[in-house]
């Protein structure tokens, strides 16, 4: 039977890594370079509340302490905030709780930090009391950001700077938190200018003495309408070592990219909630290895933060047990492989969810963003903190009405990227259609009349429309802001889900949700 310490030394030695996980990793012997002290920096993106991965994380950091084999430290890339249960329900609370048991050594922001608003997550992080790093967030018009760029930290002769930023994308996604409600900006992350104060951060931290750089990113590696990527990031930059990626929920053990002086540079992504844990490995001598370690593989856990998530479970199973359906069949948001359904194609989750929406309304037609759409339902009983688990967010369900042209013009604009995925994705109740994701066009729309017959989509026509009301504050790529409002909501869209299930399916989700039930249809011509 293996000791802790040649367990410890198993997952501690190189991991080599070529593209972008195309290559599976291998382990190889310990290189001479082990037999000094390492450095390990542990790192985790997108987890969504995933609140029992946290025990894992700190555990593994433990065990690699006990081994004597490595200095540790501990990041986070954003998007810890929201996604689920516990953040929900807290907005925020529940999540800080635990993270200020782990021990990190540095956070950066993810665009879900901002979910309940910039105020509320300005209250929460102190509480972390760990340095939060941000190059590119600040008030508007300032010139210097609300958070340090940088954080330099010592593990034992070496300092390593870690630097953080945020995706643009976060003034479309969450405009609610940049600006007011007459439209006043006030809040910023300067677009045209990541790479340039990612840069700037850099060589400053250097100057102080840093001996690394490595970027906390919650950029992604692509589909950023801003053209802001982790990949572009490295590309226009020199002196980073490393660049730890979030946003895109990728599974990128390693992908080496080639800096502005040619020099290759890891960026490495865990994928999300914590399915993986990332482990950036630097040699006595100053080599960079990522590589990842999946969270089901580690038999390691901390009693003190298992302590916190335990409680935590227990106060959220006081608050969301009700029973409110059951369901033979699984409602899955990703599929086998962990990509998002939801995200890139037609959804029996959608499907239902867009059917609440819509005959809690009484409107033509439901409309959900997949990117709302969150956590699987699994067959057996549903309880409410089920449906709060599918709509983590505060947004309240409300009746727009809407032109056949703007329909339209949304459709196009939120399955431009299919079959790639888009949290705009629309997931639909009342309505058809049929996308072509070689033109990047979208054909027969046809909505549901009184009669139940469906009809052709009339573009001078107006109908009305339940959604939530993230359709005025970033969803939908803006498409509908301008739509009349006709009913405001007052229920919150997990709410509207939970009453579905209970009072208008009496409590059994039927077999017409088993399948999807062909309102999308794609072709590639």
């Given at each position: 039977?293996?000791?802790?310490?040649?367990?410890?030394?198993?997952?501690?030695?190189?991991?080599?890594?070529?593209?972008?996980?195309?290559?599976?990793?291998?382990?190889?012997?310990?290189?001479?370079?082990?037999?000094?002290?390492?450095i390990v920096i542990l790192y985790e993106n997108d987890v969504h509340c995933e609140i029992d991965g946290y025990a894992q994380l700190?555990?593994?950091?433990?065990?690699?302490?006990?081994?004597?084999?490595?200095?540790?430290?501990?990041?986070?890339?954003?998007?810890?905030?929201?996604?689920?249960?516990?953040?929900?329900?807290?907005?925020?609370?529940?999540?800080?709780?635990?993270?200020?048991?782990?021990?990190?050594?540095?956070?950066?922001?993810?665009?879900?930090?901002?979910?309940?608003?910039?105020?509320?997550?300005?209250?929460?992080?102190?509480?972390i009391g760990v340095p939060v790093v941000s190059t590119n967030f600040s008030e508007y018009g300032a010139t210097t950001p609300m958070?340090?760029?940088?954080?330099?930290?010592?593990?034992?002769?070496?300092?390593?700077?870690?630097?953080?930023?945020?995706?643009?994308?976060?003034?479309?996604?969450?405009?609610?938190?940049?600006?007011?409600?007459?439209?006043?900006?006030?809040?910023?992350?300067?677009?045209?200018?990541?790479?340039?104060?990612?840069?700037?951060?850099?060589?400053?931290?250097?100057?102080?003495?840093?001996?690394?750089?490595?970027?906390?990113?919650?950029?992604?590696?692509?589909?950023?309408?801003?053209?802001?990527?982790?990949?572009?990031?490295?590309?226009?930059?020199?002196?980073?070592?490393?660049?730890?990626?979030?946003?895109?929920?990728?599974?990128?053990?390693?992908?080496?990219?080639?800096?502005?002086?040619?020099?290759?540079?890891?960026?490495?992504?865990?994928?999300?909630?914590?399915?993986?844990?990332?482990?950036?490995?630097?040699?006595?001598?100053?080599?960079?290895?990522?590589?990842?370690?999946?969270?089901?593989?580690?038999?390691?856990?901390?009693?003190?933060?298992?302590?916190?998530?335990?409680?935590?479970?227990?106060?959220?199973?006081?608050?969301?047990?009700?029973?409110?359906?059951?369901?033979?069949?699984?409602?899955?948001?990703?599929?086998?492989?962990?990509?998002?359904?939801?995200?890139?194609?037609?959804?029996?989750?959608?499907?239902?969810?867009?059917?609440?929406?819509?005959?809690?309304?009484?409107?033509?037609?439901?409309?959900?963003?997949?990117?709302?759409?969150?956590?699987?339902?699994?067959?057996?009983?549903?309880?409410?903190?089920?449906?709060?688990?599918?709509?983590?967010?505060?947004?309240?369900?409300?009746?727009?009405?809407?032109?056949?042209?703007?329909?339209?013009?949304?459709?196009?604009?939120?399955?431009?990227?299919?079959?790639?995925?888009?949290?705009?994705?629309?997931?639909?109740?009342?309505?058809?259609?049929?996308?072509?994701?070689?033109?990047?066009?979208?054909?027969?729309?046809?909505?549901?009349?009184?009669?139940?017959?469906?009809?052709?989509?009339?573009?001078?026509?107006?109908?009305t429309i339940a959604t939530t009301d993230y359709y005025e504050n970033g969803g939908f790529y803006y498409v509908l802001k301008d739509?009349?409002?006709?009913?405001?909501?007052?229920?919150?869209?997990?709410?509207?889900?939970?009453?579905?299930?209970?009072?208008?399916?009496?409590?059994?989700?039927?077999?017409?949700?088993?399948?999807?039930?062909?309102?999308?249809?794609?072709?590639?011509?």
């Open positions: 039977m293996k000791t802790v310490s040649q367990v410890i030394m198993t997952l501690l030695v190189s991991i080599l890594v070529v593209g972008c996980g195309t290559t599976k990793p291998s382990l190889i012997n310990q290189p001479t370079a082990l037999k000094q002290k390492s700190r555990g593994l950091a433990d065990a690699i302490l006990k081994s004597d084999t490595s200095y540790v430290g501990i990041v986070s890339n954003g998007d810890y905030l929201q996604g689920a249960l516990a953040g929900a329900i807290s907005k925020g609370q529940y999540i800080v709780d635990i993270m200020k048991n782990v021990g990190y050594d540095a956070i950066t922001l993810g665009n879900h930090e901002f979910d309940y608003g910039t105020p509320r997550m300005v209250e929460l992080l102190p509480q958070y340090p760029p940088y954080v330099i930290k010592q593990y034992g002769n070496k300092r390593i700077a870690f630097v953080g930023t945020t995706t643009p994308e976060t003034l479309r996604s969450e405009s609610y938190s940049f600006f007011d409600k007459t439209g006043k900006q006030l809040y910023d992350l300067h677009t045209s200018q990541v790479y340039q104060l990612v840069q700037q951060a850099a060589d400053k931290a250097r100057a102080e003495g840093a001996d690394y750089v490595v970027v906390l990113s919650h950029l992604g590696e692509s589909g950023s309408e801003e053209g802001v990527t982790s990949l572009g990031l490295v590309s226009a930059t020199r002196g980073i070592n490393a660049v730890l990626d979030g946003h895109t929920h990728a599974v990128i053990p390693g992908n080496y990219v080639a800096n502005l002086d040619g020099q290759q540079v890891p960026v490495s992504q865990t994928g999300t909630q914590f399915a993986n844990i990332g482990k950036l490995w630097i040699s006595p001598n100053g080599a960079f290895v990522t590589s990842l370690v999946k969270n089901a593989d580690i038999p390691y856990s901390n009693a003190r933060v298992a302590a916190s998530t335990d409680s935590i479970k227990a106060i959220l199973n006081q608050v969301t047990s009700r029973e409110v359906a059951t369901v033979a069949f699984d409602l899955p948001v990703k599929d086998a492989n962990s990509v998002w359904i939801v995200r890139k194609e037609e959804a029996p989750m959608g499907n239902l969810v867009a059917d609440a929406f819509r005959s809690k309304m009484k409107a033509q037609i439901g409309l959900i963003n997949g990117g709302g759409l969150r956590n699987d339902i699994k067959a057996g009983r549903i309880n409410y903190g089920n449906a709060v688990s599918v709509q983590p967010f505060d947004n309240r369900v409300c009746m727009i009405e809407a032109t056949g042209q703007q329909i339209m013009d949304m459709l196009v604009k939120c399955t431009a990227n299919c079959p790639g995925l888009d949290g705009s994705f629309p997931q639909v109740s009342g309505m058809k259609y049929t996308i072509h994701t070689a033109s990047h066009t979208v054909t027969d729309v046809q909505v549901e009349n009184a009669s139940g017959q469906y009809e052709p989509l009339e573009l001078a026509k107006k109908y739509c009349r409002l006709v009913e405001p909501g007052e229920q919150l869209s997990r709410d509207v889900l939970a009453d579905y299930l209970e009072k208008d399916l009496k409590g059994v989700v039927g077999d017409e949700y088993r399948t999807v039930q062909g309102r999308i249809t794609i072709v590639n011509d």
